[in-house]
């Protein structure tokens, strides 16, 4: 991919292929056979790599690298400077945000842009199923989830790194995807006291982002009345940032909308959230600061 456009660099049959990725794989200790057909790593230089073997792909073994920058994007290649200036104001107010979007749409990208935009000295703690950010501070701890592997050791998951990661005194916890249980962690240190948090969501759009969180907890957690989950929603989450891709290769910020919280709690708890800025244009002003 150069762009955003993908094009042909040449070919690799499939022997010399699976080759390539047994010599991949083989330094990280990682398997990969018909009983475990898929492979999901971080390669030393930080680099991501899935491979996928038969006869879970149908076609032969496929293999995707995924690259990551050595610096941060500024702000400004994401957004204009009214919402560069509107996206700040909501990290030094400590609001906890969540960013959204499709596969490849920026979101890893722009919260490793605005963590390098953190107050010297904050103790940032991330938590990722497979690490990829790397914010430039002084004070970061990494927290990577492990799966089980052939030799018998248990996986490390993200749920049980969330509750570890509050015990080690962060001043921002970040997760970097939410997927599943570990939501559930995530919402119950958003409400006891962990402000300033960032986490990503795969959704089309700020309140597909709150319909797909409030699923996860739900899945976590199927004892719980749904109108109690919004209710812990609404409260822990202050804003929402959904971002984009424009054209091949450019990701930009599309929306950022704020969770209004009905004060007499009545109904079924639906939440609404209020438009801050669409595209480049500041529509309105945050009120859900926690500084």
């Known amino acids: 991919e150069v762009d955003g456009r993908t094009r042909r660099a040449g070919h690799l049959d499939g022997a010399d292929l699976t080759v390539v990725i047994e010599r991949i794989l083989?330094?990280?200790?990682?398997?990969?056979?018909r009983v475990n057909p898929i492979v999901d790593a971080r390669l030393a230089d930080g680099s991501r790599v899935c491979a996928v073997i038969p006869p879970v792909a149908a076609d032969g073994p496929c293999l995707a690298v995924r690259r990551f920058r050595d610096r941060s994007l500024p702000l400004d290649a994401f957004c204009g400077p009214e919402v560069a200036a509107l996206v700040d104001h909501a990290l030094q107010a400590r609001s906890n945000?969540?960013?959204?979007?499709?596969?490849?749409?920026?979101?890893?990208?722009?919260?490793?842009?605005?963590?390098?935009?953190?107050?010297?000295g904050e103790r940032i703690v991330t938590i990722e199923d497979t690490a990829e950010l790397l914010p430039r501070s002084d004070h970061l701890v990494r927290l990577e989830a492990r799966p089980p592997t052939p030799d018998g050791l248990p996986?490390?998951?993200?749920?049980?790194?969330?509750?570890t990661a509050m015990r080690l005194r962060p001043d921002r916890?970040?997760?970097?995807?939410?997927?599943?249980?570990?939501?559930?962690?995530?919402?119950?240190?958003?409400?006891?006291?962990?402000?300033?948090?960032?986490?990503?969501?795969?959704?089309?759009?700020?309140?597909?982002?709150l319909h797909r969180l409030e699923t996860?907890?739900?899945?976590?957690?199927?004892?719980?009345?749904?109108?109690?989950?919004?209710?812990?929603?609404?409260?822990s989450i202050d804003v929402v940032i959904h971002v984009a891709r424009t054209g091949l290769a450019a990701r930009r910020i599309a929306e950022v909308a704020e969770i209004v919280v009905d004060a007499?709690?009545?109904?079924?708890?639906t939440i609404t959230l209020r438009t801050l800025a669409v595209g480049d244009r500041v529509v309105g002003h945050l009120s859900r600061g926690r500084r």
């Not at 083989?26 to 056979?33: E, I, K, T």
């Not at 907890?217 to 409260?235: D, F, G, K, N, S």
């Open 155 to 163: 996986a490390v998951t993200l749920e049980q790194l969330v509750r």
């Open 173 to 209: 916890l970040v997760v970097g995807e939410v997927r599943g249980a570990e939501v559930l962690g995530l919402v119950q240190a958003l409400n006891t006291g962990h402000d300033g948090s960032w986490s990503t969501c795969h959704a089309n759009g700020p309140l597909d982002v």
């Open 97 to 120: 945000v969540v960013v959204g979007g499709a596969t490849s749409s920026g979101k890893t990208s722009l919260l490793n842009t605005v963590l390098c935009r953190t107050q010297p």
């Open 26 to 33: 083989a330094p990280l200790g990682r398997r990969l056979d």
């Open 216 to 235: 996860l907890v739900l899945q976590a957690a199927p004892a719980w009345p749904l109108r109690a989950v919004r209710q812990h929603l609404a409260r």
């Open 264 to 269: 007499d709690d009545a109904g079924d708890g």
